[in-house]
């Protein structure tokens, strides 16, 4: 065997399998790599807006819940506000119903006192009429008048 011819053989198979590679294996290996660095870049890009858009919607989320809580106080400020109208009303339709309770029961205690003075002038010009009688029905004495006079007023 000849080393020159060997070399020469080894190189044109080496020669032979380089451009098998670079025609058939070299151009499907570069589609491989190119599509799994663009996969790659995408995954990338996605993973970067994705913490974009987690950042937007953090911000988002705290703006939404400082609106909320703003909208929270408000209402709890408007119900204190209704709630303190509400018992201002509520007193004030309290204080004019006592006072119109007040009224009612003057006039009726007004009307009692009317009535039982009334009572009491019957009543005493009736013991004044009995007693006049009396006095009339007897004869004039001034010491039998005086004990009539005595009785009546123990009547009234």
Do not use: C, Y
Not at 107 to 118: D, G, L, M, P
């Amino acid at each position: 065997m000849n080393i020159n011819l060997t070399l020469l053989a080894q190189a044109a198979t080496f020669a032979i399998f380089i451009w098998f590679t670079a025609k058939f294996v070299w151009p499907f290996l570069m589609r491989a790599i190119e599509t799994r660095q663009k996969q790659i870049a995408d995954g990338l890009a996605a993973g970067e807006r994705g913490k974009q858009d987690l950042e937007h919607a953090s911000r988002r989320t705290a703006d939404l819940l400082r609106e909320a809580k703003q909208q929270a106080q408000d209402i709890l400020v408007q119900a204190d506000r209704r709630a303190t109208q509400i018992m201002e009303e509520a007193k004030t339709t309290a204080k004019a119903e006592g006072g119109r309770l007040v009224a009612g029961a003057k006039a009726e205690i007004e009307q009692e006192v009317s009535r039982a003075k009334e009572m009491l002038r019957t009543q005493v010009a009736a013991l004044a009429v009995a007693g006049a009688e009396q006095i009339l029905k007897r004869e004039v004495d001034a010491k039998t008048h005086a004990d009539i006079l005595a009785s009546v007023q123990r009547q009234l």
